[in-house]
């Protein structure tokens, strides 16, 4: 948004300085981008007399004058057709920069004449396009600053140029209005009324408007009328002076009004040759799709269905809120024009404009908002400037729909400040600064302008308030001292159970991964997963259309794409969360690891093997160990079906208590996958495992005997299928409190045992706390075992 500091002046009763209004500006959301001083760039440019003009004796084209300046008379070549004697001129010396043609004047020699300056034109100093003769000033002495000349005698030419940034939610600042308004509330000034009369209609409008019933919700409200007998042309000079600051190249005086309004009040107008309106009929309707029509720019735009557009009787005249059509456009030869003042729907407005890539200063104001409620003073507004400067008579108006109602207030709540923002204004002064803004109170409510489509609550009347206050007065304020003593350790346990898995993992050997939260589908529904409850509407592509259900699938991508790039031994690990569903509360903390290939390099003397179950189980016991699981666990199966069936175990609590998996990956699963085995992996849940019931960072005393252990070992004859780790569990349990550990040492198969029988050896590890084992102690002991086992398996003690 650009606008000249006189433009400002005009809504704004001011004496402070550009450096005061622009840094205002940016302290109230307004930032400023940039500030455009013409009087700089004109700062070493003088006044001088021309003494004399004769003729160069080498060229008919050129003068060789004299030249009064204030070092001098001094002698300048000069080509312009008016370059004679008695005037007085614009003068750059050597070493003056002239930005219009990019040069820096120098001493030189002009068909063996020597020239020491220029006579400038506006063009050469960028004061318009002229450039058909060098300036001539009415009056002026010789040696003055010529921008001192421009400031007193043409101000428009050195008005500095305010650039700002608006954010999407200020569509207020989209004229120069609302602008003024904000400074006025920060006190840089008065707010200037800017009213006019309402003008009385001579005769009945004859041109009718209507809106179709299933378009109101795309254009709301239409206002028009048309002025006879106008005389279009140039526009005064301080209006092209205004468009031309800012960036706009005047084009006839009736569009440069539609212009100056959209810019001055964000009030987006557009006028139509009436004589060319057939039927003398506007209609706005959605499009049924396929309509043509040549717009301002000369091009030729087809129209969509539901897109809003206004038609006479011969078609489409108009892309409603967007650019107006070229057949029904004013020329010089318009006398008689309809003004039209509207509001568009600004969504429905902003897919037209993005569909038809059209971008107007019409749609960027009506798809940010404008101001629904001063659409029947534009109109008045408009038809007065039309009246004044282009002559003619107005007729009434006409109106089709009716001003939508934007009327809503929230209550003032002066305390809320300093909750929110932290400062502390004076209920007084927070009400003065929602007046000066626009709003208006009743008691404790604030009811919002209709210029601020932004505010929507409470708190927002709190960030007007503190906004124009300024949020520089914010004081930093040291918070109390809530406690005394040692903090209390700022990470959860299960935190730090995060934090002790990865350095345990990445002290084994494991690299850690970090991959997405999504697969694809075929990869989820391997590990249990890749349903609806876990597809995600909006994927960031077809590979990464789930949630994981468990992070083995993201290690087995990693692992392939590094097998394809020839490195086949690795070790993978990821802490991260798996999901079960989509809700809140269905996810989980995993830490997983993968195995691949062998444990190391091929060795002459044959120590480099395939990795297997033990490697991992190890690796997961440890990751448990480090985390605070308990020593003493089981070892089950029954895991899921992406774990091969005879090589993998559950580390259990109990048979419903399990805090991992660990085993061999499925030969299905790798070969889906397109992962070269062996792989082997292990899946734990943190959570699962028992927190501590002392919350103290002390450790236990450690307890040691000096009792001697005892080893028993037993063989068990059992049927073929009957697993070790059965066994195992039964001995286990004879006696928690004595037996330490048990291990098998021996398997034997076939022999005197018979076909579907096989041997299992124990040994069985005592180890007393309080006193000496003897003899009766350990075959009591050594009873429960037997017994233990038998149940469990069926077997019987070997002889």
């Known amino acids: 948004m650009k606008f000249t500091l006189s433009w400002l002046k005009d809504h704004l009763e001011t004496t402070a300085s550009v450096d005061e209004i622009t840094y205002a500006l940016t302290d109230l959301g307004l930032e400023v981008e940039g500030v455009e001083n013409p009087a700089a760039k004109l700062a070493d440019f003088t006044l001088g007399y021309v003494r004399s003009a004769e003729k160069h004796p080498d060229a008919d084209r050129l003068r060789v004058c004299q030249v009064d300046t204030d070092e001098g008379v001094q002698q300048i070549i000069c080509g312009a057709p008016n370059a004679r004697e008695g005037i007085t001129v614009v003068i750059a010396k050597p070493g003056v920069y002239v930005p219009g043609i990019d040069t820096t004047i120098g001493v030189g020699k002009i068909r063996g004449i020597e020239s020491f300056g220029m006579m400038a034109s506006e063009r050469e100093l960028e004061l318009s396009e002229e450039h058909d003769g060098i300036i001539e000033l009415p009056s002026g002495d010789v040696g003055d600053s010529f921008v001192d000349w421009l400031a007193e005698h043409d101000p428009a030419k050195v008005d500095p140029v305010i650039e700002i940034a608006i954010t999407p939610n200020r569509p207020d600042a989209l004229g120069v209005r609302g602008i003024a308004r904000d400074l006025a509330a920060r006190g840089l000034g008065k707010l200037k009324p800017r009213d006019v009369d309402a003008v009385e209609g001579a005769f009945a409008c004859p041109v009718s408007v209507s809106i179709d019933d299933d378009t109101l919700e795309q254009c709301p409200v239409f206002y028009g009328r048309v002025i006879r007998g106008v005389k279009n042309g140039p526009s005064p000079a301080w209006l092209q002076d205004r468009l031309r600051a800012i960036g706009l190249r005047p084009i006839s005086f009736l569009v440069d009004v539609t212009n100056f309004f959209t810019f001055d009040r964000n009030r987006p107008l557009h006028v139509f040759d009436a004589d060319k309106i057939a039927g003398n009929a506007l209609r706005i309707h959605r499009a049924v799709g396929g309509e043509t029509l040549v717009g301002l720019d000369e091009k030729e735009y087809t129209f969509a269905e ?3 557009l206004i038609s006479d009787a011969d078609g489409v005249e108009s892309i409603a809120g967007v650019m107006g059509g070229l057949p029904s456009g004013v020329t010089e030869q318009t006398v008689n024009v309809f003004v039209e003042a509207a509001y568009f729907d600004p969504v429905r407005t902003a897919y037209t404009g993005r569909a038809l890539k ?23 507004h408009a038809t007065r400037m039309i009246m004044d400067h282009a002559g003619g008579d107005a007729s009434e108006v006409v109106i089709a729909g009716k001003v939508p109602d934007t009327s809503r207030a929230y209550r003032l709540d002066a305390k809320r400040v300093i909750s929110l923002v932290g400062m502390e204004i004076p209920e007084s002064e927070q ?50 001292r809530l406690s005394a003593g040692v903090p209390r350790p700022i990470l959860s346990p299960q935190q730090r159970r995060e934090v002790a898995a990865r350095r345990t993992a990445a002290a084994l050997g494991y690299h850690e991964c ?91 003397l044959g120590a480099a093997r395939d990795v297997d179950v033990f490697d991992v189980k190890a690796d997961a016991e440890a990751v448990l160990a480090a985390i605070g699981a308990p ?26 208590k399990v805090l991992g998996v660990f085993g061999e990956i499925h030969p299905r699963v790798l070969a889906a996958m397109d992962v070269k ?17 002392k919350a103290g960072a002390t450790r236990p005393a450690l307890r040691t005997t000096d009792l001697q252990a005892v080893e028993r070992d037993f063989a068990f004859v059992v049927d073929a299928g009957v697993e070790a780790l059965t066994l195992v569990n039964a001995a286990m349990g004879a006696d928690k409190a004595l037996i330490a550990d048990v291990r098998v040492f021996d398997e034997f198969i ?50």
Not at 359 to 369: H, I, L, P, T
Not at 468 to 475: D, H
Not at 551 to 577: K, S, Y
Request: glycine share 14%; net charge neutral.
């Open 631 to 656: 020593a003493k666990v089981q070892i089950l199966r029954g895991a899921a079906d992406w774990w091969h069936p005879g090589r993998h175990g559950k580390i259990c609590l109990g048979p419903k």
């Open 750 to 799: 076939g022999g005197s045992l018979g076909a579907g029988k096989k041997s299992l050896a124990l040994t069985v590890r005592l180890q007393p706390t309080d006193r000496t084992l003897k003899d009766a102690d350990i075959e009591a002991v050594g009873a429960k075992v037997v017994e233990k086992v038998t149940k469990a398996t069926g077997g019987v003690l070997r002889g």
């Open 431 to 480: 009400r003065q600064t929602l007046t000066s803004l626009g709003f208006r109170l009743d008691g404790d409510m604030a009811h919002v302008p209709s210029w601020r489509p932004d505010v929507q609550g409470e708190a927002d009347l709190v960030e007007e308030v503190a906004r124009v206050a300024s949020l520089t007065k914010l004081e930093g304020r040291p918070l109390p």
């Open 306 to 308: 539901g897109m809003t």
């Open 677 to 693: 085995g062996p792989a082997m992996g292990f899946t734990l849940w943190p959570a699962e495992v028992p927190l501590p019931r």
């Open 514 to 604: 970090v991959t997405y939260s999504f697969i694809d589908r075929a990869s989820a529904g391997l590990f249990g997963g890749g349903d609806d409850t876990t597809r995600l509407e909006n994927p960031i592509s077809s590979d990464m259309s789930h949630m994981r259900p468990d992070l083995l699938p993201g290690l087995l991508q990693a692992a392939a794409r590094n097998q394809a790039r020839g490195h086949g031994d690795m070790a993978l690990f990821e802490v991260g969360p798996a999901f079960s569903g989509g809700e809140p509360g269905e996810q989980h903390l995993q830490v997983a690891g993968l195995l691949v290939g062998r444990t190391g390099p091929k060795d002459v």
């Open 358 to 380: 059209i971008n107007s200063d019409a749609r960027y104001r009506f798809e940010r908002g404008i101001d629904p409620e001063w659409t029947p003073y534009g109109i008045e």
